[in-house]
T-cell receptor
Framework: DVKVTQSSRYLVKRTGEKVFLECVQDMDHENMFWYRQDPGLGLRLIYFSYDVKMKEKGDIPEGYSVSREKKERFSLILESASTNQTSMYLC???????????FGSGTRLTVV | AQSVAQPEDQVNVAEGNPLTVKCTYSVSGNPYLFWYVQYPNRGLQFLLKYITGDNLVKGSYGFEAEFNKSQTSFHLKKPSALVSDSALYFCAVSPTSGTYKYIFGTGTRLKVLA
């Protein structure tokens, strides 16, 4: 069964900390995405990547960065966590073509 | 601007009755269309997709969706709702411009009442 694995289901961090959210897929997909999900706002794209070492900003990149050193791994970095970054973070991947995203289970991050 | 609209925040339906969750889109060209379902504290799961062909698409768990090009709609349907169908449903559109960056609706919470 194909999988997208997010390293943590729940995370609590302090304001100002540097936070790493990890996402690994085992499907050899070229494209990977990071979204945040907030009630009433749906899914908002933070960053995405079409290839190794390649990244592009989504709709809300401020306060975030990403890293894709290997094809299977796409990391989201909160440079200095703030309380307004408390959210559900979802990673997804898709091959080139129209087959649809596969999502991870999500990481619920709370910044205190 | 390209967009996807799910006009209902919540849909309530009695168990055994048919259900419809609405989705309309504003995207140029011939986009790919998707429905996803999310159960509490989980990621999104793929339900079905429309790329081309028959306007009625069948998917997982007995769901189907009807594509209407003239109305730019892609409504999700099920003939007989189950309590276990209660979840958050997202419509998504992929513009066919070579990008795989989907546009998601804001979600519709489906509540099936026993």
């Amino acid at each position: 069964d194909v999988k997208v694995t997010q390293s943590s289901r729940y995370l609590v961090k302090r304001t100002g900390e540097k936070v790493f959210l990890e996402c690994v897929q085992d499907m050899d997909h070229e494209n990977m995405f990071w979204y945040r999900q907030d009630p009433g706002l749906g899914l908002r794209l933070i960053y995405f990547s079409y290839d190794v070492k390649m990244k592009e900003k989504g709709d809300i990149p401020e306060g975030y960065s990403v890293s894709r050193e290997k094809k299977e791994r796409f990391s989201l970095i909160l440079e200095s966590a703030s309380t307004n970054q408390t959210s559900m973070y979802l990673c997804a991947s898709t091959p080139s073509g129209g087959s649809g995203y596969t999502f991870g289970s999500g990481t619920r991050l709370t910044v205190v | 601007a390209q967009s996807v609209a799910q006009p209902e925040d919540q849909v309530n339906v009695a168990e055994g009755n048919p259900l419809t969750v609405k989705c309309t889109y504003s995207v140029s060209g011939n986009p790919y269309l998707f429905w996803y379902v999310q159960y509490p504290n989980r990621g999104l799961q793929f339900l079905l997709k429309y790329i081309t062909g028959d306007n009625l698409v069948k998917g997982s768990y007995g769901f189907e969706a009807e594509f209407n090009k003239s109305q730019t709609s892609f409504h999700l349907k099920k003939p007989s709702a189950l309590v276990s169908d209660s979840a958050l449903y997202f419509c998504a559109v992929s513009p066919t411009s070579g990008t795989y960056k989907y546009i998601f609706g804001t979600g519709t919470r489906l509540k099936v009442l026993a």
